[in-house]
Structures are given as structure tokens and as C-alpha cells.
């Protein structure tokens, strides 16, 4: 330690100027560029191979199929607002009025003609959601949608601060209600979230990843569609393999104008939308 | 100012710890402390119990007065890291006499960042999964990190404080081991400032990073965080310094290393002026960016996010105080230079609130449509959040105290008395005063 008493001193110059000769100075610099090199070239190794010792195995098994894109189309020109897909969600996957999956709200063209929009999560191949998650608990499967794994997530919240389209619901407190819409509109399907993690809609993978186990279509068969899909009255919602180009939504967006939510942000997102009258 | 000597204030040894009789003054404190402490842990308790619904906070606005706490105790924290860095990295050796007490702020404000992240995350019984599974990419994920191994940073600058100063250091053990550390101490310090420089910037780029909020999206926020910070940690280290000073009747650092840390505090607070200035001009006054511009319109007509940026952030927040700091004649009063180590304190985390909540408060739009159809978000801390912030402040307010009193924290204090009470003109080289 330094001394209890300054000693008297002449200095030529202030104190505190005693900085780092060029040699150290050098030293720092080179040291911390190739730290930084090292740190990024280390980065993406590192994290593979961590994936490949801590990862939940029982993820594998739902990691979905590579050989299959899911999208679903909604046909705004079409779609009544019955919020019968808001209620058949709910009460498939389980979720609260305060915590739906699928939401619709009522907007207006520049012409004042006012038309429903539904959202599900959009399944976005450049998810915001994915990308600031610090523990990996949402992630991509291989068949390219947006899941979450729930025993791995610390509830930060920093999803649903990232996510541009408030796809996301947080378990605020212990769930103790009874299903809303259940049993008028289906019957729950899968485990209800813990308190503490935020949740979002799958595209019912439950019923994709059984489905295709049991030789079924997801977007053809019923068993292995989505329950908005299903649900919907006028069929303004389609679901399928975009990979297969004889698929009804791959027709569909080669025959149709379709857009995507803020497209600007280049999320890239799996729901696309026929805009009605007067949007595009 | 500092002729207010401490009633209690006895001959004592300069550089042995600072304990003395027991105040009326000293108790009461203590007891306000506890007093907090106890609000504290209830709340914290009882969020534990009930989980975050007892919170005001939603799915719209999900980060609130927590963040900021966190934000702001991190951000107070700074003063370790630049002045380790000016003893080890730089050699400016005489600022030993105030590096202590930066470590000892820091690993409050580190310890108190890690308190309000354990009981504001859902599952804090998984508090440890990012150390574990990693995402590399995640902006939050380095933070953790760099959060954690920098706590250990401090911990290790820290310990031979702790052995020096209590009955730890008649094993023998933990002596030596203290000495390896002090040897150590270059390396530990220029690991520490790197894993500041990350981290305290990459804090900002939390926000900074997410293209979907045009109003948080900056490249200049993580600049501005860590400019933030230089500034604030150096200040909070000063303002304890001189506080516990004027409160003992003593001298805890020489004058040279009070001016030369609030001149530094003074230039960092310019540095952020600069940018935070042309970070405003360029998106909001010399270009057109619709929502950036809607979003500083909504801020405007339903926060006082204007008055507070201006006013609190900027004006009495740096630009005031940085005037207090360079100015030979208003920096040598050692009230004005409390004051202004408060005002940019306040500022800091006024700083930190704001960007916190500017960024929820709007709204996102992503309907097609062209309907007005998102509402406003938002937010006040329900009395359990503040009960937890509370509870945190008194944990970090009373560890400084006993810290002050029991552990040898500032090596060159000594009694008002024996220093000289005039601290004018110090740069100019002081030559030794007493003795």
C-alpha cells in the first residue's frame, strides 16, 4: 500500500501521467485483439459442442423433421372475426382470455373499410424471440418452427421484449383456472406451462409431430392440423408443407398476393396473409 | 465544511479501520437500514411465494423498476473497474488511496444487479441455467457472463481487504493466498476492465439490438451506457468517499485524488454529453424516421419522458455537474462536489428508467392496416416492487457502512485535523502537509 504520508515531491509533470510504456501498450492491444479473434472464432464450436452435452434429450425427439416447411395462410378478405380459431386455441392448448395464443384485433384499410386480422406466432425463420433468448429455450426445430423448452427457460422476459408482434404470453402467476373455453371448443392437448415462463403458440406441434408419426398430412388430415385451421367456419385459415409444391399453400402463394407482418424487419415470418380489399 | 468534525471523532490511528464509540447518529442509521432491510425481504419473500403476478408488470411492458435498479447498480458499479484500471493498467498508484472503496462500490453494485435479476426472473430456481447452456448470440447471455466472472473479479480484488482487516488474517493460509492475489492484481485488473468494457456497453445493446422497437433501436446506446457508467461509477465512489469523510471527521483520500477523480468524472460526463447530443440530432432532429418521430411524440403527450431526458438526464444529470467538476473553484467546495456526484447519480438512473420504459410505452404496430388500434402501455411499480428496490438499496447502503467501519477501506485516511481543510489548486502538485 502507499504511504501514509505523501512525500514532498518536485514533479515536472502532474500526477497520474505515468501511463503505459509502448512496449505494454502494444502488448494490451495485440493481447486483447487476439482475445477477441480467439473468443470469435471459439464462439460458434464452443457453443455446438455445449449444445451437444447439455441439450434436453427429449428435445431430439420433437425436434421436427427437416424435410417439411409449416406455414399457414390467413385469408383476411375472408375472415369474419367469429374468434372461433381464438377460442378452439385456447381450449386445445389450454391458455386464459389474458394469455391467448392466437389473438384477433379489428384494423382499417387507408379507405376506412375495416377487416379482422388474426395472429397465431409467426414462426419466423429470423426469430428476434430465438436470437436474444440467453439460455436457448426457444429455438428452432428443424422443420423450421419457433418452440420453446420450457424446462430450460429462466424467465427473463427478454423474448417478449424482442418479439415485434406480442406473440408472446408470460405465466405471471400459477395457473388454478378452469379452461375457458374447453369443452365447447375442444379439450386441452397438452400440459399446462409452470408459473414463470412466458409461453406461445406452436402450430400445434403435438398434433404435427403425431400426425406425421401416424402417417397423416398436417394441413390435409384434421388429426394433424392446427386447431384454428380446423376450427375456422369460412376457411380463411391453411396450413401445409411449403417444401411440396402441390401443397394448398404452396398453390396458394404461387397463384395469390399474399404479405407478411412487418416484413420491413426481415423476420421472415411462416404466417402469410391475403390482404383484403384495399390493403396492398 | 469539513471544520464539522465528528463529534466522536477521537485521535484515532490514521490507517487502522475506522472504528470508534458507538453514535446516537450511527445507531439510528443502522436502524433505518434495518428497518429497510426487513420492508425488503418480505417483498422479496413474498414475490418468491406468489410469483411476478404480484407485480404491476405485463406482457406489454415486462421489465420495469427492477431493470432499472439492476441497470443503475451495475452501471454505479463502474468506479472498479476504471480506477483498478488507473492503478494497474496505468500506474496511477496514488489512486490506491480511493481504489479500495471503488472495488468495495463495485461488488455492491454488482451484488445488488445480481439480487433484483435473481427475484425479477420467473424461475429463479434455474438462476444458474445460462452458465450452462449457452447462446452465444443472445446479448443477455454475454452479459450474464461477463456479470459473473466479474463478480468474481471483485471478489478476488477484494479479499486481501477482507483478510488485512479481520481476524482472517492469523491463518496463515489465507494470508499468503491474499498475497499471491495482490500480486496478481495487473492481471486480475486488466481481465476486469475487459469484461466491463463488454458488458457495461452490451447493457445498452439490450436495448440497442432490437430492430422492432425503432425507439430503442442505437447503434449509440452502448456507447453511451458505458459512458454513463465511467461517469456515475467514478461519481458514487466520490460521493461515499467524501460522505463517510464529512460524516467521521475524517479525510479518507488525499485532495490531489478527489480532484483528479472528479475531473475525470467531469470529462466522462462531456463525452457522454457529445454523443448523447449528436445520437439525438441525428435520429430525431436531422432526419425523419416516422416511428422513431411518433414514438418521441407519445413519450412527449403521455410520460414526462421530455422534462426527465432534459432536465434530469441531461442538464442537471451531466451538464451542470460536469461543470462543478472541471471548475477548479466550485470543485475545491467539497459540498458543491457532493452535490454534483448526486445530481449525476440521479441522472444515471433517471437514464436508465427512462430507457427502460421509453421503449414499452409505445406501442408496437405490426396490423397492416392503418388503424390507431395498439394502445399506450403502461406501467408504475406496485408498492411490492418498490418494497424489493428498497430492501436492495439498504442491503448495499448498510454493507458499505460496516464496511466503512470495520475494514480498512480507505489506507490514507486520516483526521481532519491532520489535513489541510483547503483543497484548492491541487493539480498543481500538492506537496505533503502534516508531520
Not at chain 2, 455537474?321 to 472541471?326: E, H, I, K, R
Request: glycine share 8%; with cysteine; aromatic share 10%.
Amino acid at each position: 500500500m502507499s504511504d501514509q504520508e505523501p512525500t514532498p515531491q518536485v514533479k515536472e509533470t502532474p500526477p497520474g501521467v505515468t501511463l503505459l510504456n509502448r512496449r505494454e501498450f502494444m502488448t494490451l492491444l495485440l493481447g486483447g485483439g487476439a482475445t477477441m479473434v480467439l473468443a470469435a472464432t471459439l464462439a460458434n464450436p464452443l457453443d455446438t459442442f455445449a449444445r451437444q452435452i447439455l441439450d434436453n434429450p427429449a428435445r431430439e425427439a420433437h425436434d421436427g423433421d427437416p424435410n417439411y416447411k409449416w406455414i399457414m395462410i390467413i385469408d383476411l378478405s375472408k375472415c369474419i372475426g367469429c374468434d372461433y380459431c381464438v377460442w378452439a386455441c385456447q381450449a386445445t392448448n389450454d391458455t386464459t382470455d389474458a394469455m391467448r395464443w392466437n389473438i384477433r384485433v379489428e384494423d382499417q384499410t387507408q379507405l376506412g373499410v375495416k377487416f379482422h386480422l388474426t395472429r397465431p406466432c409467426l414462426h419466423c425463420a429470423h426469430a428476434p424471440c430465438v436470437e436474444v433468448c440467453p439460455v436457448g429455450a426457444t429455438y428452432h426445430r428443424r422443420d423450421g418452427l419457433v418452440v420453446m423448452d420450457y424446462d430450460k427457460c429462466i424467465g427473463c422476459r427478454y423474448c417478449q421484449t424482442a418479439c415485434p408482434y406480442n406473440a408472446r404470453a408470460f405465466n405471471w402467476s400459477e395457473r388454478t383456472d378452469v379452461n375457458p373455453r374447453a369443452p365447447e371448443w375442444g379439450t386441452p392437448e397438452v400440459e399446462r406451462r409452470p408459473r414463470g415462463v412466458p409461453e406461445k403458440c406452436t402450430f400445434c406441434i403435438h398434433r404435427i409431430d403425431a400426425g406425421l408419426a401416424a402417417g397423416l398430412m398436417p394441413g390435409v388430415d384434421e388429426q394433424a392440423t392446427p386447431a384454428c385451421v380446423n376450427v375456422c367456419p369460412v376457411n380463411a385459415r391453411f396450413f401445409g408443407n411449403v417444401n411440396d409444391p402441390n401443397s394448398t399453400v404452396a398453390r396458394i402463394l404461387r397463384t395469390k398476393p399474399t404479405l407478411r407482418l412487418r416484413e420491413d424487419l426481415g423476420t421472415e415470418p411462416s404466417v402469410y396473409y391475403i390482404p383484403p380489399e384495399g390493403l396492398l | 465544511m469539513n471544520a464539522t468534525a465528528h463529534p466522536m471523532t477521537s485521535p484515532a490511528v490514521p490507517a487502522a479501520p475506522q472504528r470508534r464509540g458507538v453514535s446516537a447518529r450511527f445507531i439510528l442509521w443502522l436502524m433505518l437500514l434495518i428497518a429497510m432491510l426487513t420492508v425488503g425481504a418480505i417483498s422479496f419473500v413474498y414475490v418468491m411465494i406468489h410469483g411476478l403476478g404480484v407485480t404491476n408488470l405485463t406482457d406489454e411492458l415486462p421489465w420495469g423498476l427492477w431493470i432499472t435498479v439492476d441497470l443503475s447498480s451495475i452501471a454505479l458499479g463502474a468506479g472498479a473497474f476504471t480506477l483498478s484500471a488507473a492503478v494497474y493498467i496505468f500506474r496511477m498508484r496514488q489512486y490506491e488511496a480511493i481504489a479500495r472503496a471503488a472495488v468495495l462500490v463495485g461488488f455492491l453494485g454488482y451484488s445488488s444487479a445480481m439480487l433484483a435479476l435473481f427475484i425479477d426472473i420467473g424461475r429463479f430456481d434455474r438462476f444458474y441455467h445460462p452458465i450452462i447452456y449457452w447462446n452465444v448470440h443472445s446479448v443477455l447471455w454475454e452479459i450474464t457472463m461477463c456479470v459473473v466472472l466479474y463478480l468474481t473479479v471483485l471478489l478476488i480484488e477484494l479479499f486481501p481487504v477482507l483478510v488485512e482487516s479481520t481476524p482472517l488474517k492469523k491463518i496463515g493460509v489465507l494470508v499468503s493466498f491474499s498475497h499471491l492475489l495482490h500480486r496478481l492484481m495487473p492481471i486480475v485488473a486488466v481481465v476486469g476492465m475487459g469484461l466491463s468494457l463488454l458488458h457495461q456497453s452490451s447493457l445498452g445493446a439490450t436495448y440497442g439490438i432490437l430492430t422492432a422497437r425503432p425507439f430503442w433501436y442505437s447503434p449509440s446506446a452502448p456507447v453511451l451506457f458505458i459512458l454513463s457508467a465511467v461517469a456515475g461509477g467514478a461519481a458514487l465512489t466520490l460521493l461515499v468517499t467524501l460522505l463517510s469523510g464529512k460524516l467521521l471527521g475524517r479525510e479518507q483520500a488525499p485532495p490531489n485524488i478527489i480532484t483528479g477523480v472528479a475531473r475525470l468524472v467531469g470529462f466522462a460526463c462531456l463525452a457522454y454529453l457529445y454523443l448523447k447530443l449528436w445520437s439525438w440530432l441525428a435520429t430525431n432532429y436531422y432526419s425523419y424516421v416516422p416511428e422513431q418521430q411518433i414514438g418521441a411524440e407519445t413519450l412527449a403527450q403521455y410520460t414526462p419522458y421530455n422534462f426527465t431526458f432534459w432536465f434530469g438526464e441531461v442538464l442537471f444529470g451531466a451538464l451542470i455537474p460536469a461543470v462543478f467538476m472541471l471548475w477548479g473553484r466550485l470543485r475545491s467546495n467539497r459540498n458543491a462536489l457532493m452535490l454534483a456526484c448526486l445530481m449525476i447519480i440521479a441522472g444515471l438512473v433517471i437514464n436508465r428508467w427512462n430507457m427502460t420504459l421509453s421503449g414499452f410505452v409505445i406501442p408496437l404496430d405490426w396490423s397492416p392496416g392503418v388503424g390507431d388500434i395498439f394502445p399506450i402501455n403502461t406501467y408504475e411499480p406496485a408498492l411490492v416492487e418498490w418494497g424489493v428496490a428498497i430492501g436492495i438499496v439498504a442491503y448495499s447502503w448498510l454493507a458499505f457502512t460496516l464496511a466503512v467501519r470495520f475494514l480498512n477501506i480507505y489506507p490514507e485516511s486520516r483526521p481532519v485535523g491532520a489535513a489541510p481543510v483547503v483543497v484548492e489548486h491541487l493539480s498543481a502538485s500538492e506537496p505533503g502537509h502534516h508531520g
